[in-house]
Antibody, heavy 115, light 107 residues
Framework: EVQLVESGGGLVKPGGSLRLSCAAS????????MNWVRQAPGKGLEWVSS????????YYADSVKGRFTISRDNAKNSLYLQMNSLRAEDTAVYYC????????WGQGTLVTVSS | DIQMTQSPSSLSASVGDRVTITCRAS??????LGWYQQKPGKAPKRLIY???SLQSGVPSRFSGSGSGTEFTLTISSLQPEDFATYYC?????????FGGGTKVEIK
């Protein structure tokens, strides 16, 4: 059974940093591209970033480019999102989701950016 | 960037009704589109992939159609557990983009 479990969310002040993790199991993690998708409270879904299976290709939404960094460790079956220079508008539930067609999602982790 | 215009943004329907939700892409995306159902406090669940293929385990009352720029999700006979918010997602090119969502409420 495919499982994706996010962690690392919490309350952080504007300008602060946070690192999210996603632990994958039930499939060959190293064979799949992965995504981060977020959802602000009461709002729709927003794609944030994608990384290819070997980390060769990385993409970001304009809203996070230069502030967020996606990475992965295939030996640990883990996906990461390093979030720097956080803003109030980054407050959201962050989901990791498997590619290539965004089929399986984790349960999400809440990031709150507030002073 | 490809814009996904989803309509309607909300609808009220009764159990047993036929419901249709539409997504229009600002440029052709072949059939690189999925439909998702989200209930409050839960992660989205994929219902349809490749525009018209039913995800394993999803009831057959859900169907998808379309290709290129026009796509439709149909629920043939709405059930109580179908009241939720539905999203389309294009994964043809980066940045991936979602439709704005359709909230299906009980009439």
């Amino acid at each position: 059974e495919v499982q994706l479990v996010e962690s690392g969310g919490g309350l952080v002040k504007p300008g602060g940093s946070l690192r999210l993790s996603c632990a994958a199991s039930g499939f060959t993690f190293s064979s799949y591209s992965m995504n981060w998708v977020r959802q602000a409270p009461g709002k729709g879904l927003e794609w944030v970033s994608s990384i290819s299976s070997s980390s060769s290709y990385i993409y970001y939404a304009d809203s996070v480019k230069g502030r967020f960094t996606i990475s992965r460790d295939n030996a640990k079956n883990s996906l990461y999102l390093q979030m720097n220079s956080l803003r109030a508008e980054d407050t959201a539930v962050y989901y990791c989701a498997r590619d290539p067609s965004v089929d399986y999602w984790g349960q999400g982790t809440l990031v709150t950016v507030s002073s | 960037d490809i814009q996904m215009t989803q309509s309607p943004s909300s609808l009220s329907a009764s159990v047993g009704d036929r419901v249709t939700i539409t997504c229009r892409a600002s440029q052709g995306i072949r059939n690189d589109l999925g439909w998702y159902q989200q209930k409050p406090g839960k992660a989205p669940k994929r219902l349809i992939y490749a525009a018209s293929s039913l995800q394993s385990g999803v009831p057959s009352r859900f169907s998808g159609s379309g290709s290129g720029t026009e796509f439709t999700l149909t629920i043939s006979s709405l059930q109580p557990e179908d009241f939720a918010t539905y999203y389309c997602l294009q994964h043809n090119s980066y940045p991936f983009t979602f439709g704005g969502g359709t909230k299906v409420e009980i009439k």
